[in-house]
Structure formats: structure tokens, C-alpha cells
């Protein structure tokens, strides 16, 4: 800061200064200073600001009393330097006539930044920096924003690992505007800095590589980081240091402490961190003593806690136990499940005697608290009935923790809304013993249009063509608002009814045409769902209509109904669904089936499904299980026909009435492997089986397991086949050609993921898989599966549903019986004769097959 020296009133002078001063060449002393009326006041030198702004800024104003030689001058400087708008101000005195007293305002602006401009880096690290750095147009410049822009965006890049980043900001006046200046930031990045190694001294209770994985972000250089590449910042450092420490106080070293670190470089690229650690002493698990309790007994708290006496130290554990875990084990659940809403539990550490750590834990129970009201907020589409009656927490019940973990699984279960989004926000009301709750929720896009074009549906005897397909899928619409003008925006829904129509065909060669209807809540008031369904199928093998007489192909309609419901014994995780459903085959001369390839068959059958679901979310579950029985049966007509030799009758009249019995069973876990579930491992097995009452009569040509490749088979999914997906193989490549009667498939899957946002949700897996299909038991060997390995990506968009792709590797010769479709492939010969096929595979839909 530079104040003129001419014709200025310094604040330097002090009062005890005795001798005569000036201020525009008037003679004024400190011995006798003088009052005076201010005239008119001047300002000079700032043409772009206002004036009269600039004269309140500084408390200088026409008519105004002032004493000189003051401090009011000095104040005034003062004033309109914290402005930062001017690099020179001084004020001096004009004139004085007859005790009115002229001052001058003479001011020197700062430039302002007009615009600013990046070298030495992309668009998309601009954007990035932009966001970090306070520059736009207008702002004036100062060296303290020249310093802190470069700070800044050093700082950034650091964060990035480019340790050795330079900026260097050009400033240019610019010619179109008065007083502004461009900026030219021209940024090198320098090499990205890897940590080379990472030495950790003084560790001997903990493994080095224990020590190493709790550094989430501060890892050193190695063959294996593929996907995240060695660097180091500061602030992730310091946050790992702090996991560090952690990994030690679990197995009891809670005096454990870095007693010295050092983060040097080796070279231009590569730096060394050194960490010297003191482990301490080991502590353990003392006496604990319960005090206040009268719900629960001491000794059933201390089953409760898991804690025993002699047990190592550690801090966590018992935090959670007390607190809150991802288990739900602890004290104060098991008190906030009985209606302990205000309840209280606070631990102290009395004393330490012989390194055991002795607690008293003292509860304060307090009164059994009442749901009061329920609200919704959030739901901009969904009706409040349908979420309200997903909700466990009634009104007048006594207050259950788990009974609001259980309302956000079902809301999830819905489809409707975001898992991330979800709150619940409890409003407790200790002098009437309530609590409101109000659920919070953020509405995601449940729809899906499928508008896709695809080359496929070759076969033994169908040329491959392009497929159109187009399919509207509606999972939250409203039947009851469908006449209502208002409710179409763009179409009636909230009332969390299903409604699918999909068409797909190409051509003269294929067609097929889906509908179907689901009621979750039939009558609103249980929940019941009643399901409706109707499809139809045409296919043509060599192109002609129907009426033609060279027509081959088949076709088939059919229709159905189911009821479901929810179950509340053995537990209300399970569901039980009751399905009749009706089948028409009309075959003509079609060798898609070898035991009927001409006549009429009928499919009359009800199937009974049992499933028990605990998944937490319905698209990337972390935690939960899943199983499912299967029972589907038609009538035994041949029962009822003892005097009939089906042995004589030709193939159309022992097909006309289809009979058989059908079980599957799977099962599906979701096990977390990190604290965060993210890393998911999902075992899933599956079997399946297919029975006839009537050896004579034997097995239906139609209903039967198909194995291999991606699931998908675009028109040869016909005829009630199952076709179940493994992956590493060809399409149908390891069942008999029509499908075989019995089926085994075991999968391992390793997944994380890469977004959870619930407009795009992608993640990365891993698998491990195997599977085989059996003509007859006396071939049956749960043993003897063809194997599979591979990676793979999976992406939900609300809007198409989930997409998959997978690469597979097979590594097991195909059975003599395998002749389906993708058998005699060139990559599944391959596999019979060398063991070894790599397979790329396209997937739609939440499950690889149903298996």
C-alpha cells in the first residue's frame, strides 16, 4: 500500500507532534487543530465508478464537520482501501475559504479480469479447474488472486498426483474493454508421481499386508493395480494413516501410534513413504457391569454384547455392539425393537488393572414409546396408499427400529424409488411418549420402451433376419385413473399396477406378440396380486402364410391367470403364486421338435410357486437371499384311460393332450466382503426336473431345459423350452437338440460396483460357473458339468431395463447326447475336441435364464 506524500495527512504523524504541517498548501498545526465545514468533494481518476458511492465509502460528505490535522483523513484512506478495488488513493485539500474546506479524492483503479483462458491441458481438466478456482469476468485483480489461483490449482492437480505441477498466469490488457486484463494459465502437469513403496517399520502383531489393504487410497505401484493407478495426495495420507491406526487398536494396541513418517522422492516419478510405528502395549476385554437395566437381565445383555472377559481390545467392536452394527446385534436395537425409543446406553471405562479394561455400562431405559403419525414425502407420481401400505410403522403400535429397516426393504423392493435417496426422519415427543415419522422418498423412472432392431433367429431350418422389436413396460400405471383427462401426464399411474405389450417380429418368418396385466393389491386391502397374461407366437420356416401349402412352422397361443400372496408363516419373507395357464400348439411339418413335428397339442397346467426373498434392493442386492420351489403340473389324462395303448397311437393323437409334472429349486445369496457392501460374492445353484405319469406316453416334446450361452435365442425360445443361460458355450450348445428332461447349474459371482445411481447403475462381476442337462436319471450326475469362467459388466437404465455383457472361457468337452442347436458350431467343436472355447455373450434382463 503506497499513500501519496504530497498534500496528504499521514496516520503516522502522532498527536504529541508539535510542529506545522500542510495539506494543499495549507498550513495547519497539531498544536491547535481547527474544525471546518466540508465544501464540495472531488473525485479523480475512477471514471467507471460511482462517485457518490465512492464518497459514503470514505465518510466524506458536503456540509460535513471535520478537524484537521485527525484522524478522520486516515479513516477515510482506510475505509476505501478495504474496498480492494483501488492499488493508490490520496486525499488532499484544494482549497479553504472562509472555513469550508475543498478535498480531493484521487483514486488509481485496480484492472479487472475481463476473461481467462488454459494451456496446457484438456477441455475436461479445464471444466474440472473452473470448478476450483473463484476467476470470472469483472472480478478485480489483486496479487492475493493471482497467488491463490495458482495455489489453487497446484493444489488440485497434487490432489491428481502430479506433484511437480507449474502455473504460470499471463496477464494482458485487454484493448476492447478500459482497465481489464486476459489471463493466460498455462498449466504444466509434470509426470503423475507413483509411490514406488511403501515401508512400514515397527509392525510385528499385525501383517504388513493387513497394514497395506486398510490404505484405501495411498497404494504403491504393482503389476495387478490395473484399474487404479498408484498416487499420492496429502488428504488421502493423512486419512489412511488414520485406517492405519485403526487396524491396530482391533487386536487390542490402542496406545499404537506412528512416531515418525517420512514421504521423500526417489526420482522425477516415484516416491518412497517410510512410517515408524510403536505398537504399545496389548490391552484386553475386563469386568462389565450393567447398571439401570429392568427390561433385561445382566447376563442375557452380556450374550448380547459377545464380549467376554480376556478378550483382546478393541474399541470398534464394542462401539458397535452398544450402538448399532451392520449385523443388527446390539443393545440398543434389541431395546429400540421393544419401544425403547429414548432409551440411552453410555459406557465408562472405570479403571485398568493388568492391562484388562474394565467398563461399567450404565442404561437408562426410559418410557416405551408409540408410532404417532406416518407421513410420505417426496412422491411425486406414486399414490401415498400404495407406498403407505408397504409401511410397517402403524399409528398407536408400539415403536420398532426393525420395523423401519423392513419399510425401506419393501419400498425398495417396489421399483419406484431411489435406494440411495431414502430417508426417514423420526420426530420423537419424550412428554407424550410418541413418535411421528416421516418417510422420505425420491421418485426414479420405473418405465421401459424397447425400440431395438437385431440380426438373429437362425437355426437348423430358420435363416438368420433382422428382428424388430418394440415394447412398452409401465410398472407403476393406474388403471382406475385411465379415464380421468387430468391423470394422463404423459400416462395414468401411481397405482403400482403393471402393464407390459411388446411385439416383435421379422417378417413373414416370425412373430410374436406378448400382454400382460399385475394387480399387486387386489381390493386394495391385502396384499394379493392377481395376474393376467396372453401371447402369441407364429413362426414360419420357409416364409409362406399359413393357407400356403409348401407352410412349415408352428404356432402358438396362449393365455393365463395367477393369484399371489404374501405369507406370514414361517415368516412374512415368503410368497406363495398360483398360476392356470392354457396352451395351444399347431405344428406342420416344423423339426424344431423330433417327437412332434405335425398336429395340435393342448397344455393345460397349473404351476405353484414358493419363494422366500430377503434381498435388500432389486438391482445390485447387497445383502439378502433368495429361494425358489417350483411345481408345475398338468392332469394325468392317462390315468383316466386305462384301455388306450399309446404305444400304437400315432405321435398328433398321443401329444393332443400334453401331460407331465415339472419341480425346480434354486437358491441365491448376497454376502458383503467389505464394510461398505460393496464388494458382493453371490453363490447361486439350481436344479430341475421334468417327469411323465405315463412311461407309454412319455415325455412332452415341448417342455423342456435347454443349456448354453447367453439365455437369449430370439425365435427358437419357443414351445414352453427353459432355456438357462452358461456362459463360455454356444446358444443350446450342451442340451440334446429339444431340450433335455433334467438340468443342474451352480454360479459364483464376484461383483462391484462402478455406479449406483439409479439412472445408471453399472457394475463389474467376475464368475465362476457350471452346468449340465440330462436326457434320463441313469445319465444324472451332479458332477458332471461343463465349466466356465469369465468377467463381465452389467448396466441398468430405467428406461431399457438391464443389459449384460459377458466374455467366458469353457473348458470342458461336450456330452454325446449335447446335439442342440449351437452344438455343431465351429466354437463348440472346437470345445469337444479341445476343451477350450473363449465366448462373447449379450444379455437382457435381471437373470441369465431362471437358473
Same mark, same amino acid.
Given at each position: 500500500?503506497?499513500?501519496?506524500?504530497?498534500?496528504?495527512?499521514?496516520?503516522?504523524?502522532?498527536?504529541?507532534?508539535?510542529?506545522?504541517?500542510?495539506?494543499?498548501?495549507?498550513?495547519?498545526?497539531?498544536?491547535?487543530?481547527?474544525?471546518?465545514?466540508?465544501?464540495?468533494?472531488?473525485?479523480?481518476?475512477?471514471?467507471?465508478?460511482?462517485?457518490?458511492?465512492?464518497?459514503?465509502?470514505?465518510?466524506?460528505?458536503?456540509?460535513?464537520?471535520?478537524?484537521?490535522?485527525?484522524?478522520?483523513?486516515?479513516?477515510?484512506?482506510?475505509?476505501?482501501?478495504?474496498?480492494?478495488?483501488?492499488?493508490?488513493?490520496?486525499?488532499?485539500?484544494?482549497?479553504?475559504?472562509?472555513?469550508?474546506?475543498?478535498?480531493?479524492?484521487?483514486?488509481?483503479?485496480?484492472?479487472?479480469?475481463?476473461?481467462?483462458?488454459?494451456?496446457?491441458?484438456?477441455?475436461?481438466?479445464?471444466?474440472?479447474?473452473?470448478?476450483?478456482?473463484?476467476?470470472?469476468?469483472?472480478?478485480?485483480?489483486?496479487?492475493?488472486?493471482?497467488?491463490?489461483?495458482?495455489?489453487?490449482?497446484?493444489?488440485?492437480?497434487?490432489?491428481?498426483?502430479?506433484?511437480?505441477?507449474?502455473?504460470?498466469?499471463?496477464?494482458?490488457?485487454?484493448?476492447?474493454?478500459?482497465?481489464?486484463?486476459?489471463?493466460?494459465?498455462?498449466?504444466?502437469?509434470?509426470?503423475?508421481?507413483?509411490?514406488?513403496?511403501?515401508?512400514?517399520?515397527?509392525?510385528?502383531?499385525?501383517?504388513?499386508?493387513?497394514?497395506?489393504?486398510?490404505?484405501?487410497?495411498?497404494?504403491?505401484?504393482?503389476?495387478?493395480?490395473?484399474?487404479?493407478?498408484?498416487?499420492?495426495?496429502?488428504?488421502?495420507?493423512?486419512?489412511?494413516?488414520?485406517?492405519?491406526?485403526?487396524?491396530?487398536?482391533?487386536?487390542?494396541?490402542?496406545?499404537?501410534?506412528?512416531?515418525?513418517?517420512?514421504?521423500?522422492?526417489?526420482?522425477?516419478?516415484?516416491?518412497?513413504?517410510?512410517?515408524?510405528?510403536?505398537?504399545?502395549?496389548?490391552?484386553?476385554?475386563?469386568?462389565?457391569?450393567?447398571?439401570?437395566?429392568?427390561?433385561?437381565?445382566?447376563?442375557?445383555?452380556?450374550?448380547?454384547?459377545?464380549?467376554?472377559?480376556?478378550?483382546?481390545?478393541?474399541?470398534?467392536?464394542?462401539?458397535?455392539?452398544?450402538?448399532?452394527?451392520?449385523?443388527?446385534?446390539?443393545?440398543?436395537?434389541?431395546?429400540?425393537?421393544?419401544?425403547?425409543?429414548?432409551?440411552?446406553?453410555?459406557?465408562?471405562?472405570?479403571?485398568?488393572?493388568?492391562?484388562?479394561?474394565?467398563?461399567?455400562?450404565?442404561?437408562?431405559?426410559?418410557?416405551?414409546?408409540?408410532?404417532?403419525?406416518?407421513?410420505?414425502?417426496?412422491?411425486?407420481?406414486?399414490?401415498?396408499?400404495?407406498?403407505?401400505?408397504?409401511?410397517?410403522?402403524?399409528?398407536?403400535?408400539?415403536?420398532?427400529?426393525?420395523?423401519?429397516?423392513?419399510?425401506?426393504?419393501?419400498?425398495?423392493?417396489?421399483?419406484?424409488?431411489?435406494?440411495?435417496?431414502?430417508?426417514?426422519?423420526?420426530?420423537?415427543?419424550?412428554?407424550?411418549?410418541?413418535?411421528?415419522?416421516?418417510?422420505?422418498?425420491?421418485?426414479?423412472?420405473?418405465?421401459?420402451?424397447?425400440?431395438?432392431?437385431?440380426?438373429?433367429?437362425?437355426?437348423?431350418?430358420?435363416?438368420?433376419?433382422?428382428?424388430?422389436?418394440?415394447?412398452?413396460?409401465?410398472?407403476?400405471?393406474?388403471?382406475?385413473?385411465?379415464?380421468?383427462?387430468?391423470?394422463?401426464?404423459?400416462?395414468?399411474?401411481?397405482?403400482?399396477?403393471?402393464?407390459?405389450?411388446?411385439?416383435?417380429?421379422?417378417?413373414?418368418?416370425?412373430?410374436?406378440?406378448?400382454?400382460?396385466?399385475?394387480?399387486?393389491?387386489?381390493?386394495?386391502?391385502?396384499?394379493?396380486?392377481?395376474?393376467?397374461?396372453?401371447?402369441?407366437?407364429?413362426?414360419?420356416?420357409?416364409?409362406?402364410?399359413?393357407?400356403?401349402?409348401?407352410?412349415?412352422?408352428?404356432?402358438?397361443?396362449?393365455?393365463?391367470?395367477?393369484?399371489?400372496?404374501?405369507?406370514?408363516?414361517?415368516?412374512?419373507?415368503?410368497?406363495?403364486?398360483?398360476?392356470?395357464?392354457?396352451?395351444?400348439?399347431?405344428?406342420?411339418?416344423?423339426?424344431?421338435?423330433?417327437?412332434?413335428?405335425?398336429?395340435?397339442?393342448?397344455?393345460?397346467?397349473?404351476?405353484?410357486?414358493?419363494?422366500?426373498?430377503?434381498?435388500?434392493?432389486?438391482?445390485?442386492?447387497?445383502?439378502?437371499?433368495?429361494?425358489?420351489?417350483?411345481?408345475?403340473?398338468?392332469?394325468?389324462?392317462?390315468?383316466?384311460?386305462?384301455?388306450?395303448?399309446?404305444?400304437?397311437?400315432?405321435?398328433?393323437?398321443?401329444?393332443?393332450?400334453?401331460?407331465?409334472?415339472?419341480?425346480?429349486?434354486?437358491?441365491?445369496?448376497?454376502?458383503?466382503?467389505?464394510?461398505?457392501?460393496? /464388494?458382493? %460374492?453371490?453363490?447361486? +445353484? @439350481? *436344479?430341475?426336473?421334468?417327469?411323465?405319469?405315463?412311461?407309454?406316453? =412319455?415325455? &412332452?416334446?415341448?417342455?423342456?431345459?435347454?443349456?448354453?450361452?447367453?439365455?437369449?435365442?430370439?425365435?427358437?425360445?419357443?414351445?414352453?423350452?427353459?432355456?438357462?443361460?452358461?456362459?463360455?458355450?454356444?446358444?443350446?450348445?450342451?442340451?440334446?437338440?429339444?431340450?433335455?428332461?433334467?438340468?443342474?447349474?451352480?454360479?459364483?459371482?464376484?461383483?462391484?460396483?462402478?455406479?449406483?445411481?439409479?439412472?445408471?447403475?453399472?457394475?463389474?462381476?467376475?464368475?465362476?460357473?457350471?452346468?449340465?442337462?440330462?436326457?434320463?436319471?441313469?445319465?444324472?450326475?451332479?458332477?458332471?458339468?461343463?465349466?466356465?469362467?469369465?468377467?463381465?459388466?452389467?448396466?441398468?437404465?430405467?428406461?431399457?431395463?438391464? /443389459?449384460? %455383457?459377458?466374455?467366458? +472361457? @469353457? *473348458?470342458?468337452?461336450?456330452?454325446?447326447?449335447?446335439?442342440?442347436? =449351437?452344438? &455343431?458350431?465351429?466354437?463348440?467343436?472346437?470345445?469337444?475336441?479341445?476343451?477350450?472355447?473363449?465366448?462373447?455373450?449379450?444379455?437382457?434382463?435381471?437373470?441369465?435364464?431362471?437358473?
Amino acid at each position: 500500500m503506497r499513500y501519496l506524500v504530497i498534500f496528504i495527512f499521514f496516520s503516522f504523524v502522532t498527536y504529541s507532534q508539535t510542529g506545522p504541517t500542510t495539506l494543499g498548501g495549507l498550513d495547519f498545526d497539531y498544536a491547535s487543530p481547527k474544525e471546518y465545514e466540508i465544501g464540495p468533494v472531488r473525485v479523480v481518476g475512477a471514471d467507471n465508478y460511482d462517485h457518490q458511492g465512492i464518497k459514503m465509502i470514505a465518510g466524506l460528505r458536503q456540509g460535513q464537520m471535520i478537524t484537521l490535522p485527525s484522524q478522520q483523513i486516515n479513516k477515510a484512506i482506510q475505509n476505501l482501501w478495504s474496498e480492494g478495488l483501488f492499488s493508490n488513493i490520496s486525499i488532499y485539500a484544494e482549497k479553504e475559504v472562509a472555513g469550508v474546506i475543498y478535498l480531493v479524492i484521487e483514486l488509481v483503479p485496480r484492472p479487472k479480469l475481463s476473461k481467462f483462458k488454459f494451456d496446457g491441458i484438456t477441455k475436461r481438466e479445464a471444466d474440472k479447474v473452473r470448478e476450483e478456482i473463484s476467476l470470472y469476468a469483472g472480478k478485480t485483480i489483486t496479487e492475493n488472486l493471482i497467488f491463490q489461483t495458482k495455489s489453487k490449482i497446484r493444489g488440485y492437480f497434487r490432489e491428481k498426483g502430479f506433484y511437480h505441477a507449474n502455473v504460470n498466469i499471463t496477464r494482458t490488457k485487454d484493448t476492447l474493454i478500459n482497465d481489464s486484463e486476459i489471463f493466460a494459465i498455462t498449466i504444466d502437469k509434470g509426470p503423475k508421481i507413483g509411490i514406488k513403496e511403501i515401508e512400514i517399520v515397527g509392525s510385528t502383531e499385525v501383517p504388513l499386508w493387513k497394514l497395506k489393504m486398510a490404505m484405501k487410497d495411498t497404494k504403491q505401484k504393482g503389476v495387478l493395480r490395473v484399474f487404479k493407478r498408484s498416487k499420492f495426495t496429502e488428504s488421502s495420507y493423512q486419512t489412511d494413516k488414520t485406517a492405519l491406526m485403526a487396524k491396530f487398536n482391533k487386536v487390542g494396541l490402542r496406545d499404537a501410534q506412528i512416531i515418525h513418517d517420512t514421504v521423500y522422492l526417489l526420482d522425477e516419478k516415484n516416491l518412497k513413504i517410510q512410517i515408524q510405528i510403536n505398537e504399545g502395549e496389548k490391552y484386553y476385554f475386563g469386568d462389565v457391569e450393567w447398571i439401570g437395566n429392568t427390561k433385561y437381565r445382566s447376563s442375557f445383555l452380556d450374550t448380547v454384547l459377545g464380549i467376554n472377559k480376556g478378550d483382546l481390545y478393541n474399541k470398534d467392536l464394542f462401539t458397535q455392539r452398544l450402538f448399532g452394527g451392520p449385523d443388527g446385534r446390539d443393545i440398543s436395537a434389541l431395546y429400540m425393537n421393544k419401544g425403547y425409543l429414548f432409551f440411552q446406553v453410555i459406557p465408562v471405562e472405570t479403571n485398568v488393572t493388568n492391562n484388562h479394561i474394565n467398563h461399567q455400562i450404565r442404561i437408562i431405559e426410559g418410557k416405551i414409546a408409540t408410532n404417532g403419525t406416518i407421513t410420505i414425502r417426496g412422491n411425486t407420481k406414486t399414490n401415498d396408499h400404495v407406498i403407505l401400505r408397504e409401511v410397517r410403522t402403524k399409528p398407536g403400535d408400539v415403536f420398532n427400529k426393525e420395523d423401519i429397516m423392513r419399510t425401506q426393504r419393501e419400498l425398495s423392493q417396489l421399483g419406484f424409488f431411489n435406494d440411495q435417496g431414502f430417508q426417514v426422519n423420526p420426530m420423537p415427543n419424550p412428554a407424550k411418549g410418541t413418535v411421528d415419522i416421516e418417510y422420505v422418498v425420491e421418485e426414479k423412472s420405473s418405465d421401459q420402451i424397447e425400440l431395438s432392431g437385431g440380426y438373429g433367429g437362425a437355426g437348423p431350418s430358420t435363416p438368420g433376419r433382422i428382428i424388430g422389436t418394440v415394447g412398452l413396460s409401465f410398472n407403476n400405471f393406474s388403471t382406475k385413473n385411465f379415464f380421468k383427462k387430468e391423470a394422463w401426464s404423459p400416462l395414468p399411474g401411481g397405482d403400482g399396477q403393471r402393464l407390459s405389450i411388446r411385439a416383435q417380429s421379422n417378417g413373414r418368418y416370425y412373430q410374436g406378440y406378448n400382454f400382460s396385466f399385475t394387480e399387486p393389491w387386489l381390493g386394495g386391502k391385502k396384499p394379493n396380486s392377481l395376474s393376467f397374461w396372453v401371447n402369441r407366437t407364429a413362426l414360419s420356416t420357409t416364409g409362406f402364410l399359413r393357407s400356403d401349402p409348401n407352410y412349415t412352422g408352428l404356432s402358438i397361443t396362449g393365455t393365463g391367470v395367477g393369484l399371489g400372496r404374501r405369507k406370514r408363516w414361517p415368516d412374512d419373507y415368503f410368497t406363495a403364486y398360483y398360476e392356470l395357464s392354457y396352451q395351444y400348439y399347431d405344428v406342420m411339418k416344423d423339426t424344431r421338435f423330433p417327437l412332434f413335428n405335425e398336429g395340435y397339442a393342448n397344455d393345460i397346467a397349473l404351476k405353484y410357486v414358493l419363494q422366500r426373498s430377503s434381498v435388500s434392493a432389486p438391482i445390485y442386492p447387497q445383502s439378502g437371499s433368495n429361494f425358489t420351489l417350483t411345481a408345475k403340473a398338468t392332469l394325468p389324462y392317462s390315468y383316466f384311460r386305462d384301455d388306450v395303448d399309446y404305444t400304437s397311437m400315432t405321435d398328433r393323437e398321443r401329444y393332443l393332450l400334453l401331460e407331465y409334472y415339472r419341480f425346480k429349486f434354486t437358491g441365491e445369496w448376497f454376502l458383503p466382503l467389505t464394510a461398505d457392501k460393496k /464388494l458382493i %460374492l453371490m453363490p447361486r +445353484f @439350481g *436344479f430341475g426336473y421334468i417327469g411323465m405319469y405315463n412311461k407309454s406316453k =412319455g415325455l &412332452t416334446p415341448f417342455d423342456r431345459y435347454s443349456m448354453g450361452g447367453s439365455g437369449l435365442s430370439g425365435v427358437n425360445q419357443l414351445g414352453g423350452r427353459e432355456i438357462i443361460a452358461l456362459r463360455g458355450y454356444d446358444d443350446q450348445s450342451i442340451s440334446a437338440n429339444g431340450g433335455d428332461p433334467i438340468i443342474a447349474k451352480y454360479t459364483l459371482e464376484l461383483r462391484y460396483p462402478i455406479s449406483l445411481n439409479p439412472q445408471a447403475t453399472f457394475y463389474a462381476l467376475t464368475f465362476l460357473e457350471a452346468g449340465n442337462t440330462y436326457p434320463t436319471f441313469d445319465k444324472f450326475n451332479p458332477f458332471n458339468v461343463k465349466r466356465a469362467a469369465g468377467v463381465g459388466i452389467r448396466v441398468f437404465l430405467p428406461m431399457f431395463g438391464m /443389459l449384460g %455383457l459377458d466374455y467366458g +472361457f @469353457g *473348458f470342458d468337452k461336450l456330452d454325446s447326447w449335447a446335439t442342440g442347436a =449351437g452344438s &455343431t458350431s465351429g466354437s463348440d467343436a472346437s470345445i469337444m475336441s479341445k476343451g477350450f472355447y473363449p465366448k462373447l455373450s449379450f444379455t437382457i434382463g435381471m437373470n441369465l435364464g431362471e437358473l
